[in-house]
């Protein structure tokens, strides 16, 4: 992750690979992302997203970048 935007809810991370590969792993992990651009990913969770939410994405995102 190269830099990490947004406002409110939404949030772009700029990743330094392509983000698709990423964004395939987090929706077989259950978390569905989205791209915006070729190098990042995109999150938009809904307004009744709650910290437990939160935390699950995280997990996910921190374990299908790892890889």
């Known amino acids: 992750v ?14 330094d690979g392509p983000a698709q590969p990423v964004i395939d792993a987090a ?9 915006s651009g070729p190098n990042v990913l995109r999150l938009a969770p809904p307004l009744v997203v709650t910290a437990d939410d939160v935390d699950q994405a995280i997990e996910i995102l921190v374990e299908v970048t790892a890889r």
């Open 27 to 35: 929706l077989d992990a259950g978390l569905v992302c989205l791209s």
């Open 2 to 15: 190269v830099e990490v935007r947004g406002a409110g809810l939404l949030v772009g991370a700029e990743l």
